[in-house]
């Protein structure tokens, strides 16, 4: 595609269900990111890939967070037994480089907990 | 992390220049200074990014500061599109990984 392709645009959750959120990157792109948006804050940081590999996984708010992109291409963020806390705008980004000079993002994957 | 301030928010009258300020006093030396805008319901689209000398793209003119503690991003004639959030980003590496850290931003409103 000619975007960064996030799915499912919108999920509703009950507290302690699984979560499952997809994220297709720029076809090519070496780095990929995950940034979590709280309503009426900047994105933050959850964690960091270079093709298969996770380099950086600081921004991850707690175990139940899990992400991984086994093929260097489509990736999927994982969030076990959902909290109220966890509602937030998760967002995916692409760069065609190692680097972040120039991150191109999805419209991202809002997330209610009820 | 080196972090960045903006105001919170400004206010532009349409087809008139819009400069966005930013301080950065605790950048280093290869820190490179980001923006990025967020229309609502959207996610983040790169505008312009730069390290020392001023950047001009079709979107924006980036000025840095001489000691490259602040930095002004310049929308040359602002149209009703360009209403959203600007953020000024350092771009940093540690473990291995560039990381931007992303602020609050500067809500611009553009008035027809």
Same mark, same amino acid.
């Given at each position: 595609g000619a975007g960064v392709s996030q799915s499912p645009r919108y999920k509703v959750a009950k507290r302690g269900q699984d979560v499952a959120l997809r994220c297709d990157p720029i076809?090519?792109?070496?780095?990929?990111?995950?940034?979590?948006?709280a309503l009426g804050q900047g994105p933050e940081f959850l964690t960091y890939f270079q093709n298969e590999a996770q380099l950086d996984k600081s921004g991850l708010p707690s175990d139940r967070f899990?992400?991984?992109?086994?093929?260097?291409?489509?990736?999927?963020?994982?969030?076990?037994?959902?909290?109220?806390?966890?509602?937030?705008?998760?967002?995916?980004?692409?760069?065609?480089?190692?680097?972040?000079?120039?991150?191109?993002?999805?419209?991202?994957?809002q997330l209610s907990v009820l | 992390d080196a972090k960045t301030t903006q105001p919170n928010s400004m206010e532009s009258n349409e087809e008139e220049p819009v400069h966005l300020p930013c301080n950065h006093s605790t950048i280093s030396g290869t820190d490179y200074i980001h923006w990025y805008r967020q229309l609502p319901s959207q996610g983040p689209e790169y505008v312009i990014h730069g390290l020392t000398s001023n950047v001009n793209n079709r979107m924006a003119s980036l000025a840095i500061a001489?000691?490259?503690? @602040?930095?002004? +991003?310049?929308?040359?004639?602002? $149209?009703?599109?360009?209403?959203?959030?600007?953020?000024?980003?350092?771009?940093?590496?540690?473990?291995? @990984?560039?990381? +931007?850290?992303?602020?609050?931003? $500067?809500?611009?409103?553009?008035?027809?």
């Open positions: 076809s090519g792109h070496v780095s990929l990111f995950w940034y979590q948006q899990f992400a991984e992109r086994p093929e260097g291409s489509v990736s999927t963020l994982k969030i076990q037994r959902t909290q109220q806390e966890d509602s937030a705008v998760y967002l995916c980004a692409s760069s065609l480089r190692v680097n972040a000079e120039k991150l191109f993002f999805g419209s991202g994957t | 001489e000691d490259r503690k @602040s930095s002004t +991003l310049i929308l040359h004639r602002a $149209t009703l599109r360009d209403a959203a959030v600007y953020y000024c980003i350092l771009s940093f590496t540690q473990g291995g @990984s560039e990381k +931007l850290v992303f602020g609050k931003g $500067t809500k611009l409103t553009v008035n027809p």
